[in-house]
C-alpha cells in the first residue's frame, strides 16, 4: 500500500468508531498526560533537521497540545519516511484472516487465545529458552536467607533529588531483603557516574565513609551498579578491589543495559573485580565481545513482591507511567489515548521526563500499575535496538495484562498470548486494549497465568540463591541462576 494510503487508514475513523477518535481528544491534555521529550536527531550541513525528522517534533508537539489526530498523522509521516510503514499499515492483526473490523476480529481472536492456552497445557507450545538452559545447566545454589548484603546503587535517576528515584533498589535491594537477606543500602550518587555534575572532593568523603560502612558491617557480598564506566576519583574497580581483598566479600556487578554493543565497555571494566556480571539480556552481545565472558551471569530480574501482587481493586482499565526515551513512544501512547477515551476507559497514561515534581514515586507507581487491568510497555530502545524493562515483569507479578511491544527477549522468560500479550502495530495494540476491557475473564486468566509463572519460576529468592551460587561457583555462565527451588540451597 503506498504510503498515502496507509495514512489514510492511519487518520480514519478509529476501529469504525462513531465519533473520531482525534475529535474527542483535541481537548487540551491534563497535566499528567502532557509530557514528550523530542529525541536528539542529526541536523544537516545548514543546521536544519531533515524534513522527515521535523514531522516528527511536529508529531510531539501536537501531542503536547491534545491534538492527538495531527499527532499521528505526523509522525505516521515520519515513520513511513525511515522504514516503519508496517506500523501502521492495515494488515492481519496477529496474523487473523478476514478481519475488515473490530467484530471480525473479536470471534477470531479470542478463538486464537483459547487456542494459545489449550496449547499450553498440552505441552504443544515450547517452554521458554531461559527455562530450558536453566534445567540443562543445573548450576549449585547458595541460600539467600541469613546472607550480609550491602546495595551501591544510586538512589535518584542522573544522581540527583530533581528526579525520580532510580528503581535499582526497588528491584534488587528490597527483593534480596524479602528473600530472608539481611541487606545494608549505600546510596552512590554522589561518588558514581562521573560524568553527571560529578565532584571529586564529594565522591571522595563519601568513599572514606563506604569503607567505614563495610567495616562496619562486614558483608558477605557487595552488589554494585556497574552501567557506567568508573574513574579514578569515583567508586572504581581499584577502590572496591582493595576493600575485598581486605573482607574477602563477593562482588555482583549488575548490568542492567546489556542490550547492546555499547555496554561491552562498563562490563568489561567492572567485571575486573566483579566475581559474576548479572544481566537479564537474552543472548547478549557482550557474551561474544566482552573480555570476560565466563563472568556473565545470566538470570531473570527480581521483582519486589511487597509492591508489586494481585489487588484485589482495580482503578484503571490501562496505565504506562515511565518515561519517554525513545522515537516510538509517542506513536504508541497515541494510538492508547485514542482508543481509551473512544472507548470512555478509565486510564493513567503519564509519560514523564523523569523529574521529580510531575512523575510518581516508586510507592504510587506500584499502585497504579497494580490497579490497572492492563499495562502498557514499549521495548524500542536507542535506535532499533530494543530491550526488557522492569515494568515488563512487574506487570506479570502484579496479575495484569501486559500490552507489550513485541520483542525477541520476553519470550525467552515467558509465553505470548498466555502469560501476556505482544503487538507490532497500531491495529494489534488498539484492538487488544479494546478486547481486553470488554473481556475480563479473557485478561484475568492472562494475568493470573502470568502471576502464577512468576510465582513458580521467577521468586526473589530463587533468583538470589543462583546469583549467589554463581557468585560463590566463580565459574558464572556456566553456573549462572541456580535450580528454581531454594531447599536446593547451602
Known sequence: MKLKAALDWLKAPFLNANVRAGSVAAAKLSDDERYINVPAFARTVSGELPFYERRYADGVHHFEAGDLEAAIGAVGEYLGATGGAELINPGKPFGLTDVHSYEDFEVRFGKLLDRKVEDWERNKTPYPRFLTWLENARPPTVSVRGKRMMFLLPQYIM??????????????????????????????????????????????????????????????????????????ESLNTTYLGGLKARFGFKVIVFIGDAWGSHWGAPADKWSEVGDIVFHFAPETPLAKEGKFPEKLCWDAYPVNEHNFFKDAERQFDISFVGTYASVLRPFWLTVALQIAKDQGLRHRLLPHKREANNALTMADYATVLRQSNMVLNFSTHIGTQKMMTGRTWQAMTAATVLLDEDDVFTPAYFVPFVHYMPFSTRDELAYAVRYFSQHSDKAERMGDAAAAFCFEHYSSEAIWSGLLGAAYSRTAQQAAPGPRSPSDGI
Not at 535491594?173 to 571529586?200: H, K, Q
Open 159 to 232: 544522581n540527583s533529588k530533581r528526579f525520580v528515584e532510580c528503581d535499582f533498589k526497588d528491584h534488587l535491594l528490597d527483593t534480596a531483603a524479602n528473600a530472608g537477606a539481611d541487606v545494608e543500602f549505600f546510596p552512590t550518587d554522589r561518588c558514581s557516574y562521573p560524568d553527571i555534575s560529578f565532584d571529586s572532593a564529594i565522591a571522595k568523603a563519601e568513599l572514606e565513609a563506604l569503607s567505614v560502612r563495610i567495616a562496619a558491617f562486614k558483608p558477605d557480598a557487595i552488589v554494585v551498579d556497574g552501567n557506567y564506566i568508573p574513574s579514578t
